[in-house]
T-cell receptor, first 114, second 117 residues
C-alpha cells in the first residue's frame, strides 16, 4: 500500500458527460501529480501541484482541469468526455518538488467512456 | 524535451535466467533516474533510483547504474523469479522548464516481463 488513495476505482460514463476523480496523497506529501495511462500512449503526465499551487503542466487537454485543496487532496475534472478518454488515471504524491524526489502512486481510477 | 527510451518487449524468460532491460534517456538538465514496476491491476511502485552519475540503485535483487557518458540506466537482475512478472518503467525526473519549475517526471513506454516456471 503506497498510502495514496484514489476514488473511485472504476467509473463508467457516457460521451459528453463530466466526471471528477479524487486523490488523497500520502500523509506529509505536499505535491500531487496526475497521469493518464492508455494502451496506445503509455503513461502521460498531465499536471502537478505543490501545496495548492500548479507547478508543472504536461499534455493536459483543455477539457480537463485539476486543483489541489487546502487539505492537500486533489481532484481531476474531465468534461465533454470522448471515447478516447477511456484510460487509467493515476495520481501520485511526493514530499516536495525537488528533482530526485520519488513519487508514490495510487492504484488508479479506470475510466470507461461509452 | 526530455525523453526516455526502453525496450518495449514483451520479454519472456525462464525462472533463474539473467534479466537486462535497456533504458536510455535524453534530458536538457541533470536528471534523476528511476525504475518503477507495475504488477497486474496495481499502481506503479518505486523499484530503485539513482540521483547522480555512477550511482547504483538496488532493491530486491535488481540493480541499475546511472551512466552519464552513455545516458543509460539499464535494469539487471541475476536470477528472475515468476513473481517478477510485471511491467517495468524507466523514468527520469528533471526540473520543469515551464511555469513554476515543478519536478518533471517522464516515463518510458514500459517493458512487459513474463517469467515462466
Amino acid at each position: 500500500d503506497s498510502g495514496v488513495t484514489q476514488t473511485p476505482k472504476h467509473l463508467i460514463t457516457a460521451t459528453g458527460q463530466r466526471v471528477t476523480l479524487r486523490c488523497s496523497p500520502r500523509s506529509g506529501d505536499l505535491s500531487v501529480y496526475w497521469y493518464q495511462q492508455s494502451l496506445d500512449q503509455g503513461l502521460q503526465f498531465l499536471i502537478q501541484y505543490y501545496n495548492g499551487e500548479e507547478r508543472a503542466k504536461g499534455n493536459i487537454l483543455e477539457r480537463f482541469s485539476a486543483q489541489q485543496f487546502p487539505d492537500l487532496h486533489s481532484e481531476l475534472n474531465l468534461s465533454s468526455l470522448e471515447l478516447g478518454d477511456s484510460a487509467l488515471y493515476f495520481c501520485a504524491s511526493s514530499v516536495d518538488v525537488r528533482t530526485g524526489t520519488e513519487a508514490f502512486f495510487g492504484q488508479g481510477t479506470r475510466l470507461t467512456v461509452v | 524535451g526530455d525523453s526516455v527510451t526502453q525496450m518495449e518487449g514483451p520479454v519472456t524468460l525462464s525462472e533463474e535466467a539473467f534479466l537486462t532491460i535497456n533504458c536510455t534517456y535524453t534530458a536538457t538538465g541533470y536528471p534523476s533516474l528511476f525504475w518503477y514496476v507495475q504488477y497486474p491491476g496495481e499502481g506503479l511502485q518505486l523499484l530503485l533510483k539513482a540521483t547522480k552519475a555512477d550511482d547504483k540503485g538496488s532493491n530486491k535483487g535488481f540493480e541499475a547504474t546511472y551512466r552519464k557518458e552513455t545516458t543509460s540506466f539499464h535494469l539487471e537482475k541475476g536470477s528472475v523469479q515468476v513473481s517478477d512478472s510485471a511491467v517495468y518503467f524507466c523514468a527520469l525526473s528533471d526540473r520543469g522548464l515551464q511555469g513554476n519549475y515543478g519536478q518533471n517526471f517522464v516515463f518510458g513506454p514500459g517493458t512487459r516481463l513474463s517469467v515462466l516456471p
